[in-house]
């Protein structure tokens, strides 16, 4: 018989995320097996007890609790899962660190640089795993293609250009939900989405030496949303009263890498047609990777080495030869989704607390991410380059 560690995690959040989250721990044995450990779902923190107990029912938690700090208390946890709105996640993450647990907490790390940093103090000293949930980069295409770049298959890479594009917030009567309140989220399409290509281009490319960006704001006011969770733009605000929306409707930047490649990212939440058009083209001295999420079991490639009457793109579809392939679908090509790229990243993670290592994106990941943000902002205030910080010890 297989012997392995149950962990009990406790998830504060019973939203959009949290229902992702959940789906992981409870499916990343199914696929990953024997498991690096057993995921057990203790307790669910959510606003008001009646949310918490729906949560925990529909989860499938042990428990549930309206006071988040009770599970931080809780000496039988050894996960805190963080899956509420930014302005939470500061404070939550540094009384699980101070408690010596394990933490995982949802992208952006934090609403600015400062905060991040709080946070990457916190841990960095502790002999915990910390990791910030960027997973599209566990996306098997995308890793697919980390593994061409490593092995010098495009040679040395010379541009990026990377979009995050989505339509649910198009809609001017789209309700005014904490994700376009500065106080709450920190920034708008920077941070919650734009994120995520810029943590894909520190993957693959490296680190970014300096920005030049343009942050625009589409829609100023937007209906007071009244009661209900952020759903994403599927419901609708009304005739009521309206409020600011004081954060970035859509973000563009040029970027210099420090290795001297050059790139572009783009993200906006309010473009017509576009559903989650997170893209990536990477051109190198010796061939070039494209990515579609929308289309995320294939890669695009192609190698300046081919001969010249048959050089062109081909597409490869992600199977059982390609990473990640050994716990997920036996076919090329029957496709993954959105749940999947959570359960590999809750393997990725549980592997490293059971085996002592660590994981990435981490904390430092996400300080650094947020510090690329500030720079962003900065950049388009003064509408000038800005040289981005870099994280050390």
């Known amino acids: 018989m297989i012997h392995m560690q149950n962990l009990n995690v406790g998830l504060i959040g019973g939203g959009f995320m949290g229902k992702a989250h959940s789906l992981a721990y409870a499916a990343m044995p199914m696929f990953f097996w024997p498991a690096p450990a057993l995921p057990v779902r203790k307790v669910i ?60 907490c949802e992208k952006p790390l934090a609403r600015t640089g400062e905060e991040s940093k709080a946070m990457y103090d916190a841990v960095k000293d502790k002999d915990i795993v910390h990791m910030v949930a960027f997973n599209y980069r566990r996306t098997p295409a995308v890793a697919l293609a980390k593994k061409y770049i490593e092995e010098g298959a495009i040679g040395q890479i010379l541009n990026f250009r990377g979009t995050y594009l989505q339509d649910w ?67 609708r605000g009304g005739e009521g009263p309206r409020g600011k929306v004081d954060v970035d409707d859509e973000v563009m930047t040029m970027i210099r890498f420090a290795n001297g490649a050059v790139g572009s990212v783009e993200a906006t939440r309010n473009a017509h047609g576009r559903n989650n058009y997170i ?49 997920l679908w036996p076919i090329p090509a029957l496709g993954i989704g959105y749940g999947e790229t959570k359960i590999i990243e809750a393997h990725d993670f549980f592997k490293a607390i059971s085996e002592g290592g660590s994981v990435n994106p981490n904390f430092a990941d996400g300080y650094q991410v947020a510090l690329i943000d500030d720079a962003i902002i900065e950049s388009a205030a003064k509408e000038t380059w800005v040289e981005v910080p870099q994280v050390t010890d």
């Open 279 to 327: 893209t990536f083209e990477i051109h190198g001295t010796e061939g070039s990777i494209v990515f579609n999420y929308e289309r995320r079991d294939e890669l695009q490639v192609c190698f300046a080495s081919d001969q010249a009457d048959r050089r062109g793109f081909r597409t490869v579809y992600t199977g059982p030869a390609h990473p990640y392939g050994e716990g």
């Open 169 to 235: 917030s198009a809609d001017p009567n789209s309700p005014l939900s904490w994700r376009f309140q500065k106080s709450i989220a920190g920034s708008g399409a920077l941070g919650d989405i734009a994120t995520h290509v810029i943590d894909m281009a520190r993957y693959l490319v490296g680190e970014f030496s300096a920005v030049n960006a343009v942050l625009s704001t589409w829609i100023p006011e937007r209906p007071v949303q009244t009661a209900g969770a952020d759903a994403l733009g599927t419901v």
């Open 45 to 104: 923190a959510e606003a008001n007890p009646e949310l918490a107990a729906e949560a925990a029912r529909r989860f499938g938690f042990e428990n549930s609790t309206s006071d988040w700090r009770t599970i931080i208390d809780d000496p039988d946890i050894h996960v805190v899962d963080i899956a509420t709105p930014n302005h939470l996640h500061a404070e939550i993450a540094i009384a699980a660190a101070e408690a010596g647990k394990h933490i995982i």
